[in-house]
């Protein structure tokens, strides 16, 4: 199939953006400590890396009729060459780094499977954006776990108040 400029335009322009992204993830994956912290950057690397060949085999002509949202499930194994990698972030804000990367690149396939117009194509982005939204979803717990929340909290009459201007507003 001969895809729609914008369709491949789009890939186009995302291709490079996750050649940045994977190199930055290799760099952190070399430099943090912490098993569980790794194991997840290691499998958002993979699922990119996949995303890579998917959006690849999507221009092919020849091949992109047959390539659908089961392909983005083919993951390979991957090795880290870590000689000379260092990085002078710390281990919490590589943390908050890959959860800002995952909600990112969620952004970037979600827009841009909206803006696709061979069904394949927008389908398969729009899983792509799922699975960055799972990896944030792990990153997420993760701060839980190691970072201390900095978001204030409301108080149950903040709350209330909020939630009456709102019932008043729509005459609920």
């Known amino acids: 199939m001969i895809l729609k400029m914008?369709?491949?335009?789009?890939?186009?322009?995302?291709l490079p953006v996750h050649k940045?992204?994977?190199?930055?993830?290799?760099?952190?994956?070399c430099t943090i400590q912490d098993s569980e912290i790794k194991q997840a950057a290691t499998e958002q690397y993979m699922i990119m890396?996949?995303?890579v060949k998917v959006m690849?085999?999507?221009?092919?002509?020849?091949?992109?009729?047959?390539?659908s949202i089961e392909d983005l499930h083919k993951w390979d194994p991957v090795q880290f060459n870590c000689q000379q990698k260092y990085t002078s972030?710390?281990?919490?804000n590589i943390l908050k780094e890959l959860a800002t990367t995952a909600e990112s690149m969620a952004?970037?396939?979600?827009?841009?499977?909206?803006?696709m117009k061979a069904?394949?194509?927008?389908?398969?982005?729009i899983h792509m954006a799922l699975q960055q939204i799972t990896m944030l979803n792990r990153y997420?717990?993760?701060?839980?776990?190691f970072l201390k929340d900095t978001a204030p909290r409301s108080s149950r009459k903040e709350q209330e108040e909020t939630l009456e201007t709102f019932r008043k507003m729509f005459n609920l």
């Open 56 to 67: 690849i085999a999507l221009m092919d002509p020849v091949q992109n009729e047959t390539i």
């Open 89 to 92: 972030m710390s281990q919490e």
């Open 107 to 115: 952004n970037k396939n979600f827009n841009s499977g909206l803006r």
């Open 49 to 51: 890396q996949n995303h």
């Open 20 to 29: 940045a992204e994977l190199d930055k993830l290799a760099s952190y994956i």
């Open 140 to 145: 997420n717990a993760l701060m839980d776990k």
């Open 119 to 125: 069904e394949n194509v927008r389908n398969i982005h």
């Open 6 to 14: 914008i369709d491949l335009s789009l890939m186009a322009e995302h």
